[in-house]
């Protein structure tokens, strides 16, 4: 197939060029350029909001949009893009409001979201407009995603902690719930939307499984082989000072995911994959001030 993804140089978007370059596919990536492309795919160097007529001439059987954020984003790629079969969106779990009952389903409503703010909202504008505009386009909603490649200081600022024998400090409800999912199984679940072409349009997609933060933050120790020594910070303190999730925890159903992926990579799997994938490439993480704050603030 002829796939164009969007982005295609750090975290999400490059992994599923890659995945599907290596699959055996004509993979075009979209991007300024601004930073090293991956091997084998075919650069169409522009930013997304001045095109031109550079996708005009070229017929796409899929389109993979993992960089949209609002509806000017969809609009800019709908009106430069020529032939193509299928669109697929990866958005957000963001577009549910937390008034809603948990688990999340698709069929619920989508709003505002006191922790997400304008971001679930151009996120749900974005897929709005998507669909009006082309009805056979598939949403994909995410929690968390992890892996190879995040560049996100997640597991990355856990795994640090553990690699300088810190203790590690979370928020006093360390039994808030968080789930994930694998970008190796993201880009499998993109996979089976191509091939099956189901009636549904919009999936929650993710681990079944969700685990406590105190859980997580030892699994990603474990992977170094170590026992964190965890520690509660009074919830008076903004936990977005020293721990890389927000104070919320919702769940999402992934049923209709099911019907696809039946079996998800396990969690400590993927984060040990993720350790070996950050080993050698500490460089490219995107670094936060939350070491500087606990040995300033905590410890």
């Not at 490649?149 to 997640?154: E, T």
Request: proline residues 4%.
């Amino acid at each position: 197939m002829k796939i164009l993804v969007t982005g295609g140089t750090v975290f999400v978007s490059r992994y599923t060029a890659e995945y599907f370059m290596k699959k055996g596919h004509d993979v075009y990536v979209l991007n300024r350029n601004t930073r090293p492309q991956s091997e084998n795919v075919t650069l169409i160097n522009c930013d997304r909001h001045n095109i031109g007529e550079k996708l005009k001439n070229i017929c796409f059987d899929t389109v993979i949009d993992v960089t949209a954020y609002n509806e000017t984003d969809i609009k800019d790629i709908l009106n430069s893009v020529g032939d193509f079969g299928s669109y697929i969106m990866i958005n957000s779990s963001a577009v549910y409001p937390e008034t809603n009952s948990q688990p999340f389903t698709e069929n619920q409503e989508c709003g505002f979201n006191i922790h997400w703010e304008d971001y679930g909202i151009n996120k749900i504008n974005a897929e709005k407009y998507l669909l009006e505009k082309f009805p056979d386009a598939y949403i994909i909603r995410p929690p968390y995603l992890y892996g190879k490649m995040n560049n996100l200081y997640r597991e990355a600022f856990v795994f640090e902690c553990a690699e300088k024998n810190m203790p590690f400090f979370v928020p006093e409800n360390k039994k808030m719930k968080l789930q994930f999912f694998d970008i190796e199984d993201l880009c499998l679940f993109i996979e089976k939307i191509i091939g099956n072409k189901p009636q549904n349009h919009i999936f929650n997609v993710g681990n079944p499984e969700t685990v406590t933060i105190e859980e997580w933050v030892k699994l990603c120790y474990g992977v170094l082989g170590k026992i964190p020594d965890i520690r509660c910070v009074n919830s008076e303190i903004n936990q977005r000072m020293y721990f890389p999730f927000r104070n919320y925890e919702y769940i999402l159903d992934v049923t209709r995911q099911k019907e696809f992926i039946s079996d998800v990579k396990p969690l400590e799997t993927g984060l040990k994959q993720s350790y070996e994938w950050y080993v050698n490439n500490r460089e490219l993480i995107v670094r936060k001030d939350y070491l500087q704050y606990i040995n300033n603030n905590l410890i």
